[in-house]
């Protein structure tokens, strides 16, 4: 494994100008992809670009240990992974940390802890932080319930391509009959959704009365079955699959 890390990184180097940790990383992420016995593969891909001290890294270990990603799950060592990431920065990690939190898996369920660390990583760029802390403005969790607040909350998210904040836009902008909008907008999260997101809209928008909208959640079911190219090439896989899951 070492020769083959060494060439590839003298490769990567000659072609892309990437700095090992990345190849680690990206190899790891390669060996995750390809799944089965690969991810075991993945897990010391990652190891080994962690003892450098590199967030991203750390986080990619939590990812695994919370998912079983090629060791067997373990909710509270992802949590201590996470933890160190977020030491270290990553904001991925913060808002991993949250979703730990929000749903009481590995640590306590605490909405005052999950709100506190999805507004940190908000403040480093996460921008499905910003959407998952519409949510708790919109029903007041942590926080008083704030429908102004989310809905401002569900708009920057939208804007900056979340796929969930694109549908809280949209289904807000449904709720006060804008209905032209909110195709626009839910048309566009299909544009930088994943299969998770997929079938969530589907089943959301299946029973709309509005044809239009029943056209929609067909489109979502079918990428999320795979039936149709996804608008976005590999979505759902490699990194956006590493960290959302």
Not at 28 to 37: F, I, N, P, T
Not at 44 to 53: C, D, H, L, T, Y
Not at 80 to 98: I, K, P, T, V
Request: include cysteine; charged fraction near 25%.
């Amino acid at each position: 494994m070492a020769q083959a890390m060494g060439d590839g990184v003298a490769a990567a180097r000659s072609t892309d100008g990437l700095g090992i940790i990345d190849v680690q990383l990206a190899l790891g992420q390669q060996c995750l992809d390809r799944g089965g016995a690969e991810r075991a593969q993945a897990v010391e891909w990652f190891r080994i670009a962690a003892r450098s001290g590199d967030a991203r890294a750390v986080n990619m270990l939590g990812r695994c240990h919370e998912h079983g990603w090629g060791v067997p799950a373990d909710p509270v060592q992802a949590a201590a992974y996470y933890r160190r990431a977020a030491e270290l920065g990553d904001a991925w990690a913060l808002f991993n940390l949250a979703d730990l939190h929000c749903r009481g898996v590995g640590v306590p369920a605490d909405d005052a802890e999950a709100y506190r660390l999805y507004a940190a990583a908000a403040r480093q760029g996460n921008v499905k932080a910003l959407n998952m802390l519409g949510l708790f403005h919109e029903t007041g969790r942590a926080v008083a319930e704030d429908g102004a607040g989310a809905r401002q909350l569900f708009q920057a998210a939208a804007e900056s391509g979340d796929c969930w904040g694109r549908f809280n836009h949209a289904r807000l902008l449904l709720q006060d009959g804008r209905t032209e909008k909110a195709l626009a907008w839910f048309a566009r999260a299909l544009e930088t959704g994943f299969p998770d997101f997929y079938r969530g809209m589907a089943a959301a928008l299946a029973d709309q009365p509005d044809p239009r909208l029943r056209a929609l959640a067909r489109r979502a079911r079918e990428l999320a079955e795979g039936s149709c190219p996804s608008p976005v090439p590999g979505e759902g896989r490699g990194p956006r699959e590493a960290r959302e899951g």
